[in-house]
């Protein structure tokens, strides 16, 4: 059953609390992968400062097993956000010979099979399924960023190189309009139909407005000619 869209809960995600003290608010439910990703940050700080003799750091970082205990999807985000991390250190010191197309190419049947389990599952398993396809999306993430770093460039498809025009306008408009979509219907194929539809739309529209200038620069100051010297 969809949620009712109010602004409960709007305090502890405005201080990044949410998940670890209560749901997010729900008039806007991405906030809620923000909060993990700045205790993660946080806690990269403090690690940082504790191994350059910080001790204050390192009672910080005390916080986090309670951050798990609190929310145990704290950890599982973490591992993500921690292979994110690695994949850049490994990168750093050379370490991606293993990172092969092949085995990008088999990666891809992890999201794949995420997304059949969500199409696939009975209401009451939507949840676990979304987490499902979360992780799996995750790991497949990680393992395309590190090919993409060993072989030093990104795969380039026009059709999605062509998104950049309207990505903003995208990614401003898509909640609110997926909040209209399932607002009219809660039925799956919502969701296919709402995608398509917020991409066409973002596609028509994002170029003119993304090009529109709400602050103009002023016009740089026409140099004064140089005053003559007053005559001896």
Same mark, same amino acid.
């Given at each position: 059953m969809r949620e009712a869209i109010s602004l409960e809960g709007f305090a502890r995600t405005a201080f990044f609390l949410n998940g670890l003290l209560g749901p997010t608010v729900s008039a806007n439910g991405p906030l809620w992968s923000l909060a993990y990703e700045?205790?993660?940050?946080?806690?990269?700080?403090l690690l940082f400062l504790g191994l350059t003799g910080k001790r204050l750091a390192w009672l910080g970082l005390a916080l986090y097993p309670v951050f798990v205990i609190a929310d145990p999807w704290f950890a599982v985000w973490g591992a993500c956000w921690l292979g994110g991390a690695a994949?850049?250190? $490994?990168h750093a010191s050379g370490r991606l010979g293993w990172a092969r197309r092949r085995w990008m190419v088999a990666a891809l049947l992890l999201p794949a099979a995420g997304l059949a389990a969500i199409m696939l599952s009975p209401p009451n398993l939507v949840f676990w399924t979304t987490r499902l396809f979360q992780v799996l999306f995750c790991a497949w993430f990680i393992l395309h960023m590190a090919q993409a770093l060993n072989e030093e460039r990104l795969v380039s498809i026009k059709s999605i190189v062509a998104t950049a025009g309207f990505s903003y306008t995208l990614y401003v408009v898509h909640f609110p309009m997926l909040l209209v979509a399932y607002g009219i219907s809660e039925a799956k194929i919502a969701a296919p139909i709402a995608a398509i539809?917020? $991409?066409l739309f973002a596609a028509l529209t994002g170029r003119w407005i993304e090009s529109i200038a709400l602050i103009r620069r002023p016009a740089k100051p026409v140099a004064a000619p140089p005053k003559p010297e007053p005559a001896e």
């Open positions: 700045v205790w993660f940050y946080i806690g990269a700080a994949v850049s250190v $490994l539809t917020i $991409l």
